[in-house]
């Protein structure tokens, strides 16, 4: 099975930027899917962006790919989210997961396995 550690949420101004970092260790059958969520207080959970075991292939959401980006370092089994342009409605506590079943860069909560603990991203002047 996989393990997933977030890290790098912290308090932000509105247009600051972060890097989310997602480490994952164990292992699993096959290729998986790693994908960025996030969850605002009464809010369900929403997907941001998911990348393959490669790298090679990658997507984010529609509304947000002009702001956030995802890549991965295999060399030290790391995940990473950049956010740029923090805006008001982008606090939450984001989590990654992995899908190791579908093959697919689909941002569907149900499909993913494994899940980390969260990091908190605030925005704030």
């Known amino acids: 099975q996989l393990q997933l550690v977030e890290s790098g949420g912290a308090l932000v101004e509105p247009g600051g930027s972060l890097r989310l970092s997602c480490a994952v260790s164990?292992?699993?059958?096959?290729?998986?899917?790693i994908g960025w969520f996030r969850q605002a207080p009464g809010k369900e959970r929403e997907g941001v962006a998911s990348?393959?075991?490669?790298?090679?292939?990658?997507k984010t959401e529609d509304s947000l790919k002009d702001r956030f980006d995802i890549s991965r370092d295999n060399a030290v089994n790391t995940v990473y989210l950049h956010m740029n342009n923090l805006k008001p409605d982008d606090p939450a506590v984001y989590y990654c997961?992995?899908?190791?079943?579908?093959?697919?860069?689909?941002?569907?909560?149900?499909?993913?396995?494994?899940w980390g603990q969260g990091t908190q991203v605030t925005v704030s002047p």
């Open positions: 990348i393959t075991e490669s790298g090679i292939a990658s």
């Open positions: 164990g292992s699993a059958p096959g290729y998986y899917t």
């Open positions: 997961a992995a899908d190791v079943i579908h093959a697919s860069l689909a941002l569907i909560p149900a499909r993913y396995t494994y």
